[in-house]
């Protein structure tokens, strides 16, 4: 009795002892299949570390592209302004640049500035009476005549004559431009011709500007003109009408200033800047800056353009 059931106790042992490594052997083939088997948030991740890799790649190549056509356009614009180095520098800070009764001035150790409105038909009919009332104003600038950029006729602007006569009883100073679309120097002289004849026995204090600007409409005569052309006609137009006695000045914007024209040729000419911004960034000596289209002044029922002209300090003053 007792061997048969020491048998089966043997023979149970045995038994056991011959699965658990079975069971051992199952249990590893399962972890390592499992190892075997990365997790899913492990297969994400490397998909997303590969796409942001592949993205900065990218943005690497787009960032040096970029850089490329940054120094591309710093040497354009280097290349432009190469024939300007015989320029006079601006003078002008940024720093001076502020607003009083708000209108833009200029004040620094050497400069201040004082305020002014170019005017023309574009305005109609004006209120000199209330005009004074605006006690910052110290001059004006008068459009006296135009040549059409169609047909290229010439013309005195329509409320010229009124407004140089009520302007000559106000006190305030007074300047010219001419709107020309010439397109030969022959041309630019009879402009300068016929504001001679306008002005003529007036006070003019301030400088008569020669302001040419680009028409791209369609029937423009002055579509496809160079600056070499523009330039000639500009000093032709100033020294006719220096040479009639009075001071000549040239209108243009930085845009304009490097596409159609020569500047360098005509540094001994007055320059009046158009530049609808804080502070000019024009980096040249310009005697006069207009900063807005938009200025409202007592007296014009429309928008009207504002300017500071930048004269020396007075001795006398702190």
Same mark, same amino acid.
């Given at each position: 009795?007792?061997?048969?059931?020491?048998?089966?106790?043997?023979?149970?042992?045995?038994?056991?002892?011959?699965?658990?490594?079975?069971?051992?052997?199952?249990?590893?083939?399962?972890?390592?299949?499992?190892?075997?088997?990365?997790?899913?948030?492990?297969?994400?991740?490397?998909?997303?570390?590969?796409?942001?890799?592949?993205?900065?790649?990218?943005?690497?190549?787009?960032?040096?592209?970029?850089?490329?056509?940054?120094?591309?356009?710093?040497?354009?614009?280097?290349?432009?302004?190469?024939?300007?180095?015989?320029?006079?520098?601006?003078?002008?800070?940024?720093?001076?640049?502020?607003?009083?009764?708000?209108?833009?001035?200029?004040?620094?150790?050497?400069?201040?500035?004082?305020?002014?409105?170019?005017?023309?038909?574009?305005?109609?009919?004006?209120?000199?009476?209330?005009?004074?009332?605006?006690?910052?104003?110290?001059?004006?600038?008068?459009?006296?005549?135009?040549?059409?950029?169609?047909?290229?006729?010439?013309?005195?602007?329509?409320?010229?004559?009124?407004?140089?006569?009520?302007?000559? &009883?106000?006190?305030? =100073?007074?300047?010219?431009?001419? /709107? +020309?679309? #010439? *397109?030969?120097?022959?041309?630019?002289?009879? $402009?300068?011709?016929?504001?001679?004849?306008?002005?003529?026995?007036?006070?003019?204090?301030?400088?008569?500007?020669?302001?040419?600007?680009?028409?791209?409409?369609?029937?423009?005569?002055?579509?496809?003109?160079?600056?070499?052309?523009?330039?000639?006609?500009?000093?032709?137009?100033?020294?006719?009408? &220096?040479?009639?006695? =009075?001071?000549?000045?040239?209108? /243009? +914007?930085? #845009? *304009?200033?490097?596409?159609?024209?020569?500047? $360098?040729?005509?540094?001994?000419?007055?320059?009046?800047?158009?530049?609808?911004?804080?502070?000019?960034?024009?980096?040249?000596?310009?005697?006069?800056?207009?900063?807005?289209?938009?200025?409202?002044?007592?007296?014009?029922?429309?928008?009207?353009?504002?300017?500071?002209?930048?004269?020396?300090?007075? &001795?006398?003053?702190?």
């Amino acid at each position: 009795m007792e061997q048969t059931s020491g048998s089966r106790k043997s023979g149970s042992n045995s038994k056991t002892q011959q699965s658990r490594p079975e069971q051992k052997k199952t249990s590893a083939g399962k972890r390592r299949r499992r190892r075997s088997r990365p997790p899913i948030f492990l297969i994400l991740l490397s998909i997303l570390l590969a796409l942001a890799l592949l993205f900065m790649v990218y943005r690497c190549m787009g960032l040096s592209n970029t850089i490329d056509e940054m120094k591309a356009a710093a040497a354009a614009a280097a290349a432009k302004t190469t024939q300007s180095s015989t320029l006079s520098p601006s003078r002008l800070e940024i720093g001076g640049f502020g607003y009083e009764n708000n209108h833009r001035v200029y004040r620094d150790e050497n400069t201040e500035s004082t305020l002014g409105i170019d005017i023309s038909a574009h305005q109609g009919a004006i209120d000199f009476d209330s005009l004074l009332t605006y006690e910052d104003l110290d001059y004006v600038i008068l459009r006296c005549g135009y040549r059409g950029y169609g047909d290229g006729s010439v013309c005195e602007d329509e409320y010229f004559s009124s407004n140089i006569q009520a302007l000559s &009883e106000t006190g305030l =100073y007074l300047g010219i431009y001419f /709107f +020309s679309q #010439a *397109v030969t120097v022959e041309e630019a002289q009879e $402009e300068a011709e016929l504001t001679l004849s306008l002005i003529d026995g007036y006070q003019i204090d301030l400088p008569v500007y020669f302001d040419w600007e680009p028409v791209s409409d369609e029937g423009s005569r002055t579509a496809d003109i160079d600056a070499r052309t523009v330039t000639d006609c500009a000093k032709r137009f100033c020294e006719t009408i &220096e040479a009639a006695g =009075y001071r000549a000045g040239v209108y /243009f +914007s930085p #845009a *304009v200033a490097s596409g159609w024209f020569l500047p $360098e040729e005509l540094d001994s000419y007055d320059f009046w800047l158009a530049q609808y911004a804080d502070f000019p960034t024009w980096p040249y000596s310009c005697g006069m800056w207009q900063y807005t289209y938009e200025g409202s002044v007592p007296g014009i029922d429309t928008i009207v353009d504002l300017n500071i002209r930048f004269t020396a300090k007075k &001795e006398n003053e702190a």
